[in-house]
């Protein structure tokens, strides 16, 4: 299987050419789609269709694995260091380390409870395509458009979704009463101090670097053009408030 990034190449191509024929070809009955606002497509440009949204997909999933393994693994070790290190410190210093090992669980439950959807779109999506035979009847390949259209719209909306600004507000207000656990339930206020404003940095850190390339692509797709330059990784808060 030829890697995503080397598929868009083939798969713009015969996107391009797929649209071009259909504009010359005799009108025929076509598939229902959300390109350019509401369209319709003959099978041979909704399968070109689909393809083009698998590989887009297929991009943003490997790139939200690598973030979600990445970060996940990050955090949860340093959960798993810091209940290593109780043993070696004092009595009354353990609660620190206590704490930051359960700031680090809740911080690996969203990768766990709230994964990005495209890995599991892409993955899915994939394989009906890979299923599909090349003269499939007409009613398949549209109820495949269908579906890949609804992913498409489904990922960059769970993408948009994870960056909004009460995620960030949730990570603000979590790592604030981190502090003041520490500080006003056991005194510890420069440790509280510490735990919160790490886990502040880190919070906003993780959701700023969130693959969200599926908000853009599917906007262009809605406006009939393909995003300029391919996937992307899309980074920042831009208009995901």
């Known amino acids: 299987m030829a890697p995503p990034a080397r598929r868009l190449g083939r798969v713009a191509a015969a ?4 649209l071009a024929w259909s504009s010359l070809r005799p009108a025929r009955a076509a598939c229902p789609s959300l390109f350019g606002g509401g369209t319709s497509l003959d099978p041979g440009a909704a399968r070109a269709h689909v393809e083009w949204i698998d590989a887009h997909l297929a991009v943003t999933a490997r790139r939200a694995r690598i973030w979600t393994w990445s970060w996940g693994g990050g955090i949860g070790a340093s959960g798993v260091a810091s209940l290593a290190v109780v043993a070696f410190v004092a009595p009354a210093d353990r609660i620190d380390w206590y704490t930051s090992a359960g700031s680090a669980a809740v911080g690996v ?3 766990v409870l709230t994964p990005l959807a495209v890995m599991r779109d892409a993955r899915a999506l994939h394989q009906r395509l890979d299923a599909l035979p090349r003269d499939a009847p007409e009613d398949a390949v549209c109820s495949l458009l269908s579906d890949a259209e609804t992913k498409l719209a489904h990922d960059a909306e769970d993408e948009r979704s994870q960056q909004r600004w009460y995620v960030h507000v949730g990570n603000l207000v979590f790592n604030t009463g981190v502090m003041l656990f520490l500080g006003l339930g056991y005194h510890r ?5 510490i735990n919160g404003v790490a886990g502040a940095v880190v ?3 993780l959701i700023l670097t969130q693959p969200n390339a599926t908000v853009d692509e599917a906007a262009a797709y809605r406006a009939g053009r393909e995003p300029a330059g391919g996937p992307r990784i899309a980074v920042g808060y831009g208009d995901r408030f």
Request: proline residues 7%; glycine residues 14%.
């Open 109 to 111: 439950l969203p990768f």
């Open 15 to 18: 996107l391009s050419l797929a």
């Open 203 to 205: 919070g906003e850190a």
């Open 189 to 193: 206020w420069e440790s509280g101090i």
